[in-house]
T-cell receptor, first 113, second 115 residues
Framework: KQEVTQIPAALSVPEGENLVLNCSFTDSAIYNLQWFRQDPGKGLTSLLLIQSSQREQTSGRLNASLDKSSGRSTLYIAASQPGDSATYLCAAATEWGAQKLVFGQGTRLTINP | DAGVIQSPRHEVTEMGQEVTLRCKPISGHDYLFWYRQTMMRGLELLIYFNNNVPIDDSGMPEDRFSAKMPNASFSTLKIQPSEPRDSAVYFC?????????????FGPGTRLLVL
């Protein structure tokens, strides 16, 4: 059974810093790994999706990497801004095509002005 | 596109009552997912459909929960009878597997409180 873990559960950093959020998964036979953002009281917004054959994906100030052999993914946020404050969740797709996602518990990120 | 639409946004009910949550997926999407989010258990997949057919309901907690998708633009999640432990935020999401675009798009959620 796939299990996804995110460490730390919460992170607070000053504005402008670069930071890394971590995600680990127990079963390396994943189809893809996705990173989502969730604002308080809102739904999830997809940030990046990395296929199992890829090593990383980039979107603006965000870069996500995937290392299947070690069961890890990281989300790198460059030059953090207060608007980046949110909960970030990673999710591993365990079946081809159907995207049966298994989510981590999330990292609550606070960027202090 | 308006995105995934869920109703109601908030629901407060008493134990034993029937609760029906509704979802309209993004037009053209062929997969629909129902999730439940709680502080203790995080985000859990309850059931998902492909082309209106239930594919995997192994996440449905018990027989009190049922889900239907009568057509490509509408799905319901029903709880009967409801219990306080069902209190959670319920999300609907949809995706399209065509062209390799597999990102799931989430609705705003329905916040359910069972007293």
């Amino acid at each position: 059974k796939q299990e996804v873990t995110q460490i730390p559960a919460a992170l607070s950093v000053p504005e402008g810093e670069n930071l890394v959020l971590n995600c680990s998964f127990t079963d390396s036979a994943i189809y893809n790994l996705q990173w989502f953002r969730q604002d308080p009281g809102k739904g999830l917004t997809s940030l990046l999706l990395i296929q199992s054959s890829q090593r990383e994906q980039t979107s603006g100030r965000l870069n996500a990497s995937l290392d299947k052999s070690s069961g890890r993914s990281t989300l790198y946020i460059a030059a953090s801004q207060p608007g980046d404050s949110a909960t970030y969740l990673c999710a591993a797709a365990t079946e081809w095509g159907a995207q049966k996602l298994v989510f981590g518990q999330g990292t609550r990120l606070t960027i202090n002005p | 596109d308006a995105g995934v639409i869920q109703s109601p946004r908030h629901e407060v009910t008493e134990m034993g009552q029937e609760v029906t949550l509704r979802c309209k997926p993004i037009s053209g999407h062929d997969y629909l997912f129902w999730y439940r989010q709680t502080m203790m258990r995080g985000l859990e997949l309850l059931i998902y459909f492909n082309n209106n057919v239930p594919i995997d309901d192994s996440g449905m907690p018990e027989d009190r929960f049922s889900a239907k998708m009568p057509n490509a633009s509408f799905s319901t999640l029903k709880i009967q009878p409801s219990e306080p432990r069902d209190s959670a935020v319920y999300f609907c999401a949809s995706s399209s597997q065509r062209g390799g675009l597999e990102t799931q798009y989430f609705g705003p959620g329905t916040r359910l409180l069972v007293l």
